[in-house]
């Protein structure tokens, strides 16, 4: 795949982005440990950047799939983006966390219980928040949207047949819950409820993801 493998695949493609994700994160790494403070600043911000890529790339690679026109969606992308905001910013509160109880920052203990968020906290919660808007407006837009015969019926499916179950309760957990999480960590609750919501968005993301390729596969070829 690297090195004799098709350009214009999005597998191949695919994996170029991973192989740069996997090396900014590794400068990262070794700079964080070497104390080189400046080369983490700049190789964290590229990792980020690579990471929008990261996300967004599995929509293209969906799309290569013409005969399974649900997941042709042009919005496709903007889920898997919003999607990584809403889940990251999750994880990223629950390591938080994790780091104030194993004792990594001792003077920011009170964050489990405190109304003044850390900028980073903070940041988090944003990135959460902007996620789960983000997945309840790609959401609203796919339902509004004009689709196909066959993508028409693969969308009936999922939120109305035989998948319509896993993609609602995916929708409240993935869009609603982080969203008051969010919401009630910036008004002032603990943190921890945030991190809460982040992991109930996960298992949200999970449970669309997997009702949106069920339905797009339920569709007979022709």
């Not at 795949?1 to 994160?25: E, M, Y």
């Amino acid at each position: 795949l690297l090195t004799k493998g098709n350009p214009s695949s999005w597998l191949v493609r695919g994996t170029w982005i991973l192989t740069a994700q996997a090396s900014a994160f590794g400068v990262w790494f070794l700079a964080g440990v070497a104390q080189l403070e400046s080369v983490a600043t700049v190789s964290v911000w590229i990792a980020a950047i690579i990471g929008l890529a990261t996300a967004g790339y599995t929509a293209l690679l969906f799309a290569q799939a013409k005969g399974r026109t649900l997941w042709n969606s042009p919005l496709l992308v903007w889920h898997m983006v919003a999607a990584a905001f809403a889940v990251g910013g999750g994880i990223s509160l629950i390591a938080s966390l994790v780091s104030v109880t194993n004792g990594i920052d001792p003077g920011a203990a009170a964050v489990l219980v405190s109304q003044t968020l850390p900028v980073g906290t903070a940041a988090f919660t944003w990135t959460m928040l902007i996620g789960a808007v983000g997945l309840g407006t790609v959401a609203a837009l796919e339902a509004r949207a004009k689709h196909g015969a066959d993508a028409a019926a693969a969308f009936h499916h999922m939120t109305q047949g035989a998948f319509a179950f896993e993609y609602r309760v995916g929708l409240v957990f993935s869009v609603l819950s982080p969203a008051a999480a969010a919401i009630a960590v910036l008004l002032g609750t603990p943190p921890v409820i945030g991190a809460a919501g982040g992991i109930v968005a996960m298992v949200g993301v999970w449970m669309v993801d997997d009702a949106f390729v069920k339905a797009g596969q339920s569709v007979p070829l022709t």
